[in-house]
């Protein structure tokens, strides 16, 4: 099948993938009623009396805003917020059929960091939730961490997302290779949202007071230039700040240098960038996750050719498909039922954790539930949820 032609043609046919429907028919006078005018007057006085009870009475305790400014799209890269928007009815899709959650696209109209961050705040009353979405780093970090005082969970998937569920994969992968996640160098080519976000996951940056932070020995990230190093010149603040948890030795070089005795590949970048020599090149039953779409930095049988032992994909194609979808229903739904007021580092590693204990017997082609259970975000959702609400108690 021509998956880019018929999905052309399906979004045509459907003008857009969703709809709001009401959860009630409004047949008679006394419908209206209550729905309307005069009844709908007194969740208003109940509301505007304690504002906590909007959760009780609106559409807020259930609705997260899809928000992007189309500046860094799947692959596509900067193509704005009109040619954003099938990507975030999709995400809608995804939260309302794993979930139940009502997602809501908002492709703002903007790229400017402060007008980005003012507006979320302004229509952050309606929703319970902000799941910001293929904002290009780093402008996609600052806004996150400004946003989190909004008193509802801001979460950039396109960062923890992808790094909680990688983080998942890993701990499932290191048990078919009999390795420690502990003793593990990590090389991960990618410095932008979610190369960052794995790199401190994978070093438990945030994680360091909570009894369940794990942390591997070693991570070297690369970028288009080769290794993030002490000393080059033309590294932005993220990539500084990765210094301070990442490539202690100070390596030098380009990725292929980086990869030489490494345990781990992960690739967030673009695809057809390491071979099977290069797997070679690296320790003993190596771990590869080429996660860049549609084509990964290593297609599987190439990797395996070069005796990698596990290998994962973002591909649905292919097994070991390391998706987010794995996890961002199911960290909403537990922190929505939770009702909290943002997503910490615990819940993240609740999160990865659930989904890995998902698999019960890891396997070279099962590493991670494939993405179309519907039962992994409802694990997901238990766990994040149990700890939003032990966090709030203490």
């Not at 975030?88 to 402060?114: H, R, S």
């Not at 210094?243 to 990725?255: D, F, P, R, T, V």
Request: charged share 25%; glycine share 8%.
């Amino acid at each position: 099948m021509d998956y880019y032609k018929e999905s052309l043609n399906l979004h045509k046919r459907l003008k857009g993938k969703i709809r709001v429907q009401s959860k009630m028919d409004v047949r008679t006078k006394e419908d209206l009623s209550l729905v309307y005018s005069p009844g709908v007057a007194e969740p208003c006085r109940a509301i505007a009396a304690n504002p906590k009870a909007v959760w009780d009475y609106t559409i807020k305790s259930n609705t997260v805003a899809i928000v992007s400014d189309g500046s860094a799209v799947l692959g596509l890269g900067n193509i704005g917020p009109h040619a954003a928007i099938p990507v975030m009815e999709g995400k809608a899709m995804l939260f309302k059929q794993f979930a139940g959650i009502d997602g809501f696209p908002i492709c703002l109209d903007t790229q400017d960091t402060e007008e980005i961050i003012e507006t979320v705040r302004r229509i952050a009353p309606v929703f319970g939730g902000i799941n910001l979405e293929d904002i290009s780093a780093p402008r996609s970090f600052e806004i996150e961490r400004r946003l989190q005082d909004l008193g509802i969970p801001v979460f950039h998937d396109d960062q923890h997302g992808t790094a909680i569920v990688v983080l998942a994969a890993l701990l499932n992968a290191t048990k078919v290779v009999n390795k420690s996640l502990f003793n593990l160098k990590v090389v991960i080519n990618g410095a932008g949202a979610a190369g960052v976000a794995i790199a401190r996951l994978l070093r438990c940056v945030d994680n360091q007071e909570t009894d369940a932070c794990i942390a591997v020995k070693e991570v070297v990230v690369c970028d288009s230039k080769g290794i993030v190093h002490q000393g080059r010149t033309d590294l932005n603040d993220s990539k500084k700040a990765l210094l301070e948890y990442s490539n202690h030795e100070n390596q030098a070089g380009g990725l292929k240098d980086a990869l030489k005795d490494a345990d781990v590949f992960i690739g967030v970048s673009v695809g057809n960038l390491i071979t099977a020599d290069d797997v070679r090149t690296m320790a003993k039953d190596p771990i590869i996750f080429g996660l860049a779409n549609p084509t990964p930095e290593i297609m599987p049988e190439e990797a395996y050719k070069g005796g990698a032992a596990v290998v994962g994909t973002g591909r649905s194609d292919l097994p070991n498909q390391v998706n987010n979808v794995l996890g961002f229903p199911g960290i909403f739904r537990g922190a929505l039922d939770a009702r909290a007021t943002r997503i910490t580092p615990a819940m993240k590693l609740a999160a990865a954790f659930a989904i890995a204990d998902f698999v019960k017997t890891p396997t070279k082609d099962m590493i991670i539930p494939p993405s179309l259970n519907e039962q992994v975000a409802w694990a997901v959702a238990k766990a994040v949820k149990e700890v939003a609400l032990k966090e709030q108690e203490a």
